[in-house]
């Protein structure tokens, strides 16, 4: 859950490789559909959340998944209400070893 590389692999008749696709790409979750893909959705494209987490000022959870947006390291921020529906996606930049380069 932690990685930031996720694939779909898809056989055709003959058991035979026919497409691979990395999903965990910001247009992935950007295409999440507020109030109509739900948990099992999100569960079954990304797999599990790195992290899961709950804020004040939202009620429900956050799943939070980390990916690579042209190279560079970010966030994708699923919230999921308390009936298990997306209502929003949020990204956010993920400074590793220190590199903010604000500091």
């Known amino acids: ?17 026919a497409r691979v ?3 965990l790409t910001q247009e992935r979750f950007a295409a999440l559909q507020s109030g109509v893909d739900g948990q099992s959705d999100v569960l079954h494209t990304f797999g599990p959340p790195a992290l899961v987490e709950r804020v004040a000022s939202f009620n429900g ?8 947006d042209n190279g560079y390291p970010r966030q994708a921020h ?7 529906l ?3 996606v ?12 604000r500091d």
Request: proline share 6%.
């Open 21 to 23: 696709e990395q999903v």
């Open 1 to 17: 859950p932690a990685g930031q590389e996720v694939y779909h692999m898809d056989f055709d008749a003959q058991r035979r490789l």
């Open 78 to 84: 699923v919230h999921i209400d308390p009936a298990g």
């Open 90 to 101: 949020m990204f956010t930049d993920e400074f590793l070893n220190g590199d903010d380069p």
């Open 61 to 68: 959870d956050i799943w939070t998944y980390r990916i690579l």
């Open 86 to 88: 997306v209502q929003r």
